[in-house]
């Protein structure tokens, strides 16, 4: 059983660009969060997510950020145009159920770099 | 909205000796709190968590205690080793609305020297 992957694992953009972060969750898990990690800093919340619906995107910027997790495939965490202080790595996390509080599995996250 | 806060930010300890761990928690709803172990260009990795209804648990080398009333809980590794080097984060986690919003503390840097 794959642990949850992200791709790419490093991603540069210039300034106003687009970025794409996937995350595949763990087969059977179809709970997905996102984080954001700053250099030297801890995980902040970003949005919640089950299949087809954005349950919680209370951490996320309300302009140029947006989060999917269709039926098919994987979550995507989309940034429009880009800025510097985008620069950061990004950490998916999956679960099978919230209920119980389900451990949360992580990906190996992607640094994009904003340039 | 819930506030973890981690202490200390940076720990070095001897190889052999023990390393701990302390946060604390401002919503008294939260009842669930992981620990994770960060290793460099990695994610992070659960390695221990407690629920509210437990005072202490115990995993080999590794032991988390809670203090529901104080709304502290801690992080104690024993007989570290130079592979306990890591970037430990504790959390928070409570049920919101249908699921587990989970907030991380800022992180601890542990060094083991050899």
């Known amino acids: 059983n794959a642990g949850v992957m992200q791709n790419p694992r490093h991603l540069v953009r210039r300034r106003g660009q687009e970025a794409r972060l996937r995350c595949s969750p763990m087969k059977g898990h179809s709970h997905v969060y996102w984080y954001r990690q700053l250099p030297e800093e801890g995980l902040k919340f970003m949005v919640y997510?089950?299949?087809?619906?954005?349950?919680?995107e209370s951490g996320m910027p309300k302009e140029r950020f947006s989060a999917e997790f269709p039926k098919e495939g994987p979550s995507i965490l989309r940034i429009q145009q880009v800025v510097r202080g985008d620069s950061a790595a990004y950490f998916c996390?999956?679960?099978?159920?919230?209920?119980?509080?389900?451990?949360?599995?992580f990906g190996q996250g992607t640094r994009l770099t904003v340039v | 909205g819930e506030n973890v806060e981690q202490h200390p930010s940076t720990l070095s300890v001897q190889e052999g000796d023990s390393a701990v761990i302390k946060c604390t928690y401002s919503d008294s709803a939260s009842n669930y709190f992981p620990w994770y172990k960060q290793e460099l260009g990695k994610g992070p990795q659960l390695i221990i968590d407690?629920?509210?209804?437990?005072g202490e648990k115990k995993d080999q080398r590794i032991a988390v205690t809670l203090n529901k009333t104080a709304k502290h809980f801690s992080l104690h590794i024993t007989e570290t080793q130079p592979e306990d080097s890591a970037v430990y984060f504790c959390a928070a986690s409570r049920d919101s609305g249908g699921y587990q919003k989970v907030t991380f503390g800022t992180g601890t840097k542990l060094q083991v020297i050899p």
């Open positions: 996390a999956s679960s099978l159920d919230y209920r119980g509080n389900t451990e949360a599995f």
């Open positions: 407690i629920r509210s209804n437990v």
């Open positions: 997510l089950q299949k087809e619906n954005i349950i919680d």
